[in-house]
């Protein structure tokens, strides 16, 4: 469901600094933002959401993580990664397992905090050959300032798994990745792999 009235926190981004990075600054490639019929971002909820967008085309870099709180989230039906050390990992992740993304769609659906936003990606397992098209509603919760991403929720057909089972399978999940997937320790490391 749209909504186009700007919750209090995109209201005070509007009257924010402009002392804020710019996009090109951060490297964020998508800045073609689409929201839905009366739903109005303020140019700080465009930048985050610009660099969400970025991470789910597998597309990270230490410059675009700078815009995540040290103690953020992430979570998806696979994993639930808590703090830098694991939610950078996950967005470097991408890169791994995966040798085509592309984003079909997007449309931001909500202004508020969180940020709604849906997307339709197709994926491509490296080494497999295998594509994987996931409809996913994204919801990106911001600080009280709406400068930086306290968490992201990517739900799968709208919805996150419950039960002991899925629990212990995303925490577990968010512990391997970390051990196996290497993250730039500085921008020329980030460079190196073309982030």
């Known amino acids: 469901m749209s909504t186009g009235v700007p919750s209090s926190t995109a209201a005070?981004?509007?009257n924010a600094d402009t002392n804020a990075p710019s996009a090109s600054e951060l490297g964020i490639e998508n800045t073609n933002v689409q929201t839905a019929a009366g739903v109005d971002l303020s140019a700080p909820q465009k930048l985050l959401v610009g660099s969400v967008l970025d991470l789910f085309a597998g597309r990270p870099s230490l410059k675009k993580l700078q815009l995540w709180t040290d103690d953020a989230s992430f979570n998806d039906p696979i994993t639930k990664a808590e703090g830098r050390k694991q939610y950078e990992a996950q967005w470097y992740g991408l890169q791994t397992a995966f040798s085509e993304i592309e984003q079909l769609h997007h449309s931001v659906t909500s202004a508020g905090n969180p940020i709604s936003m849906d997307l339709k990606t197709?994926?491509?397992i490296k080494g497999l050959g295998k594509e994987q098209t996931i409809e996913s509603v994204i919801k990106i919760h911001t600080d009280n300032a709406g400068k930086k991403i306290v968490m992201v929720e990517d739900k799968w057909d709208g919805n996150l798994p419950e039960g002991p089972f899925?629990?212990?399978?995303?925490?577990?999940?968010s512990v391997v990745v970390p051990a196996f997937v290497g993250v730039p320790k500085n921008e020329a490391e980030d460079a190196k792999r073309g982030n």
């Open 12 to 14: 005070a981004q509007k």
């Open 122 to 124: 197709r994926y491509k």
């Open 166 to 173: 899925a629990k212990a399978f995303r925490n577990l999940n």
